[in-house]
């Protein structure tokens, strides 16, 4: 069974960034596309951000673009969210996981088609 590890989650002002890092074990990282999503208290777990499996297609939510990057390092096993210019509506609990592409993560992520998760990490964005 594949263990999703999220880590670098944190308590950052307006305005900050941090960079997220979700490891994954086994030998499979690299044959799938990754995303990054977020569930706030009270509200459904959104997709914030997937990338392709040889990692040169991104997709972002509108509310992320320019301030959100997802890459990916396939030798390290890790995808990784680099957040900056944060906002109060940030705040949420970050996890990652896998489809075979893009559209298919999308798609899942619509349809709550993943079966497993991550513990996830906080996030929490407050002055």
């Known amino acids: 069974q594949v263990h999703l590890a999220e880590s670098g989650g944190g308590l950052v002002q307006p305005g900050g960034s941090l960079r997220l890092s979700c490891q994954v074990s086994?030998?499979?990282?690299?044959?799938?596309?990754w995303g990054w999503f977020r569930q706030a208290p009270g509200k459904e777990r959104e997709l914030v951000a997937a990338?392709?499996?040889?990692?040169?297609?991104?997709y972002y939510r509108d509310s992320v673009k320019g301030r959100f990057t997802i890459s990916r390092d396939n030798d390290k096993n890790t995808v990784y969210l680099q957040m900056n210019s944060l906002r109060p509506e940030d705040t949420a609990v970050y996890y990652c996981?896998?489809?075979?592409?893009?559209?298919?993560?999308?798609?899942?992520?619509?349809?709550?088609?993943?079966?497993?998760w991550g513990q996830g990490t906080q996030v929490t964005v407050s002055s």
């Open positions: 990338i392709s499996r040889p990692g040169g297609g991104t």
């Open positions: 086994g030998d499979i990282f690299s044959y799938y596309a």
């Open positions: 996981n896998s489809g075979d592409t893009i559209t298919q993560i999308r798609q899942k992520s619509s349809a709550g088609g993943f079966e497993s």
